[in-house]
T-cell receptor, first 113, second 115 residues
Framework: AQSVTQPDIHITVSEGASLELRCNYS??????LFWYVQSPGQGLQLLLK??????LVQGIKGFEAEFKRSQSSFNLRKPSVHWSDAAEYFC???????????FGKGTTLSVSS | EAGVAQSPRYKIIEKRQSVAFWCNPI?????LYWYQQILGQGPKLLIQ????????DSQLPKDRFSAERLKGVDSTLKIQPAKLEDSAVYLC?????????????FGEGSRLTVL
């Protein structure tokens, strides 16, 4: 069965510092992998996705993620965090297009000045 | 392009009452999902439709929850009777069946508080 683990419940980063949010997945084949962001009272917005090709993917708002098959990981990174990045971040895995996604429990990002 | 529309945005009810949520997916998206997001947790799939057929409802509490997508477009999720533990945000999402990259497009959600 597919599953997603986000080991960090809450992370605080200083504005301007770099960020890495961890995501580990369990899936037998090559998965479809996603990072979504959720601001308070809002729905989920896609940051980036991976389903094939280059293992380093670029997303919106300056985010990137790297798929590492050997580590079953898909960590999200940003070189310099802005105060507006404070939100809840969810990693998700899917089997193929048109199938439901399995989400992790999320990581709350706080940004300090 | 219009996004996924959901209503109502907020609903407060007493336990044992009923409630219904409506969702209109992105035009052309054959697949529609209802997720439940309890505070502090990630979204959990309740039911997936493809056109007007159910693909997966294994996690839907069928004794109290029901959902339909009669014409293969918009959908309604109903809870009757509601329990305290049903307090959550109900997210609707849609996607292409094939030719896409697996991305789900989410609405803003319907927040339910059961007192």
């Amino acid at each position: 069965a597919q599953s997603v683990t986000q080991p960090d419940i809450h992370i605080t980063v200083s504005e301007g510092a770099s960020l890495e949010l961890r995501c580990n997945y369990s899936y037998g084949a090559t998965p479809y992998l996603f990072w979504y962001v959720q601001s308070p009272g809002q729905g989920l917005q896609l940051l980036l996705k991976y389903f094939s090709g280059d293992t380093l993917v670029q997303g919106i708002k300056g985010f990137e993620a790297e798929f590492k098959r050997s580590q079953s990981s898909f960590n999200l990174r940003k070189p310099s965090v802005h105060w507006s990045d404070a939100a809840e971040y969810f990693c998700a895995v899917g089997a193929q297009a048109g199938t439901a996604l399995i989400f992790g429990k999320g990581t709350t990002l706080s940004v300090s000045s | 392009e219009a996004g996924v529309a959901q209503s109502p945005r907020y609903k407060i009810i007493e336990k044992r009452q009923s409630v219904a949520f409506w969702c209109n997916p992105i035009s052309g998206h054959a697949t529609l999902y209802w997720y439940q997001q309890i505070l502090g947790q990630g979204p959990k799939l309740l039911i997936q439709f493809q056109n007007n057929g159910v693909v997966d409802d294994s996690q839907l509490p069928k004794d109290r929850f029901s959902a339909e997508r009669l014409k293969g477009v918009d959908s309604t999720l109903k809870i009757q009777p509601a329990k305290l533990e049903d307090s959550a945000v109900y997210l609707c999402a849609s996607s292409l069946v094939t030719g896409g990259t697996g991305e789900l497009f989410f609405g803003e959600g319907s927040r339910l508080t059961v007192l």
